[in-house]
């Protein structure tokens, strides 16, 4: 019984810390679906990523978050609907919710024919950023969480390798602890410039933490 007294005290206090988030209450009135746009939106804004006429891939996009921000960032009027100067592609494992203008695609990133379906949707163009919110379901493992989100990470990689432009960003989700050192030094092998960044809605009590990395190297 002390088990689920105290389980019920966490989510309570979750639940209560939700509620009050000015985040939270911030995607409620901008309607965003979730308040991770605020982590993209400011990534963005403090290194200035995303263009007018990019075409950006959104890696782990459900529920649609990011997707809702690319989209408004690409539009000339910055609406949620309308015109849209560019092309965003979004893929996720999980259903998502259409998001106007963008182009969705539901599959397994680690699966070859899903590969092909990203590939196709690209239409032999090379992405201008690629986002990556991916991450597996956590086992509480360390070791074995820590192998499956590096992996995710490092197939992000790959694909910005193959079908990134040169001068392109790639913004990936981690986390500090096993395994985070030798992710920043893949980034730092890969791209040109490294910056790690914990946005300010990026909750204090999370681990979570985001690395973008721009410019990709010349692996020849």
């Given amino acids: 019984m002390k088990v689920k007294t105290k389980?019920?005290?966490?989510?309570?206090?979750?639940?209560n810390d939700h509620v009050n988030d000015p985040y939270v209450k911030m995607a409620q009135k901008?309607?965003?679906?979730?308040?991770?746009?605020?982590?993209?939106?400011?990534?963005?804004?403090?290194?200035?990523l995303i263009r007018p006429g990019d075409l950006v891939v959104d890696l782990g996009s459900s529920p649609g978050?990011?997707?809702?921000?690319?989209r408004r960032r690409l539009s000339p009027e910055g609406a949620a609907v309308g015109?849209?100067?560019?092309?965003?592609?979004?893929?996720?494992?999980?259903?998502?919710?259409?998001?106007?203008?963008?182009?969705?695609?539901?599959g397994d990133f680690r699966e070859p024919e899903v590969l092909t379906l990203l590939e196709a949707a690209m239409a032999g163009r090379k992405a201008d950023v690629v986002v990556s919110d991916m991450a597996p379901n956590l086992s509480g493992i360390e070791s074995s969480d820590a192998a499956?989100?590096?992996l995710l990470i490092e197939l992000a990689v790959d694909f910005t390798?193959?079908?990134?432009?040169?001068q392109g960003a790639l913004?990936?989700?981690?986390?500090?602890?096993?395994g985070y050192g030798q992710l920043v030094k893949l980034f730092k092998e890969t791209f040109k410039v490294v910056k790690p960044i914990k946005p300010k809605?990026?909750?204090?009590?999370?681990?979570?933490?985001?690395?973008v990395g721009m410019g990709l190297k010349n692996l020849a």
């Fill in 65 to 70: 978050a990011w997707s809702q921000y690319l």
């Fill in 171 to 178: 913004v990936v989700k981690l986390f500090h602890g096993s």
């Fill in 30 to 48: 901008e309607g965003y679906r979730a308040r991770a746009a605020f982590k993209l939106k400011e990534i963005d804004e403090t290194l200035n």
């Fill in 83 to 106: 015109a849209l100067n560019g092309t965003i592609i979004a893929l996720d494992i999980l259903p998502m919710e259409p998001v106007e203008g963008v182009q969705f695609i539901q």
């Fill in 148 to 150: 499956r989100i590096s």
């Fill in 201 to 211: 809605s990026s909750r204090d009590k999370s681990s979570e933490t985001f690395l």
């Fill in 7 to 15: 389980s019920k005290k966490v989510n309570k206090a979750w639940l």
């Fill in 161 to 166: 390798q193959q079908h990134m432009k040169p």
